[in-house]
């Protein structure tokens, strides 16, 4: 039989329809959840992105405001744009869109954000928190991708405890956060992280019961080498030229035919990517809340 789908696009709705209400018990108290992005050039794909985060703010009736700098913008001047939404009290999260310009220090610029305003989840002091928090309640932002995949695969029925993960991809966006989400004892599964270099990929991929994919190398996750049943989410993009329209597309790392095999697979576009830009406005929200505390 074929696979079942991880339907992102279902569960993020469920998502936001959970967050309407937590808007309007914030609005009762006189607060607005406000987000406020920086994009520095004219990438369009980063363009494209921050419209999609600005509509779905828009849609649930969050504050949105977004700052637009050219090319040549200093790493002075941006950081001096970011020292200024740190200190705005309508702003309770803050985006820096990635990739930068290649003058700009991408990891300055993230460090510059108030860690209780990193609506990505990823500064570094959100991380190492995570890191050494193994039973507790999590106060602090967590990063979107990561959490979104898990929450796609909870909200499925999908149990992790006790499941081995394979994920495949070593970043920050995903990988790494992965195995300090996944190894935290509300959930208690046993993670192996693998990447390009590793070593026999195949032999650990056919152990798993559940395999992320986010290397962003296409297709490279093939049929033959997953176990009957596992479910497989699918998190990486890559770009490619379509030969007959000239034009490119997006293929993620999981090669269509997994689904013969699988008995769950996440489809790409549809399902991780809908759970990252639904946690990304669940972390506003949460950032506000916490802002009354």
Do not use: F
């Not at 279902?10 to 959970?18: D, M, N, Q, R, T």
């Not at 034009?247 to 759970?275: F, H, I, Q, T, Y």
Request: proline share 7%.
């Amino acid at each position: 039989m074929p696979a079942k789908i991880l339907d992102g696009r279902k569960i993020a709705a469920e998502v936001k329809s959970e967050l309407t209400e937590q808007i309007a018990e914030l609005a009762q108290r006189g607060v607005t959840p406000g987000l406020a992005t920086v994009l520095v050039g004219q990438d369009a794909p980063s363009q494209a992105y921050v419209r999609m985060k600005h509509r779905d703010a828009q849609e649930l009736g969050l504050v949105s405001a977004e700052r637009e700098l050219p090319e040549q913008t200093t790493q002075q001047e941006l950081e001096a744009v970011i020292d200024e939404l740190n200190a705005d009290s309508a702003v309770h999260a803050i985006l820096v869109q990635l990739p930068l310009p290649a003058h700009l220090d991408e990891q300055q610029v993230l460090l510059r954000i108030a860690p209780a305003k990193d609506a990505d989840g990823l500064h570094p002091v959100n991380l190492g928190l995570l890191a050494l928090n193994v039973n507790g309640p999590i106060e602090t932002p967590l990063p979107c991708t990561p959490v979104g995949a898990i929450e796609l695969l909870l909200r499925h029925d999908i149990e992790l405890t006790g499941k081995h993960v394979v994920v495949v991809g070593r970043g920050v966006t995903v990988g790494r956060a992965l195995g300090l989400l996944l190894t935290r004892r509300a959930l208690n599964a046993t993670v192996t992280l693998t990447h390009t270099g590793t070593v026999d990929l195949p032999g650990h991929l056919a152990q798993a019961d559940i395999v992320i994919a986010a290397a962003g190398v296409a297709h490279m996750i093939r049929p033959e080498q997953i176990k009957p049943g596992a479910a497989v989410l699918d998190v990486g993009v890559s770009r490619e030229r379509d030969e007959a329209t000239g034009k490119p597309r997006l293929l993620g790392d999981v090669d269509p035919a997994v689904a013969e095999v699988a008995g769950w697979v996440s489809p790409n576009p549809g399902g991780v990517g809908p759970m990252t830009r639904a946690l990304l406005m669940r972390n506003v929200v949460q950032a506000a809340q916490r802002s009354l505390a």
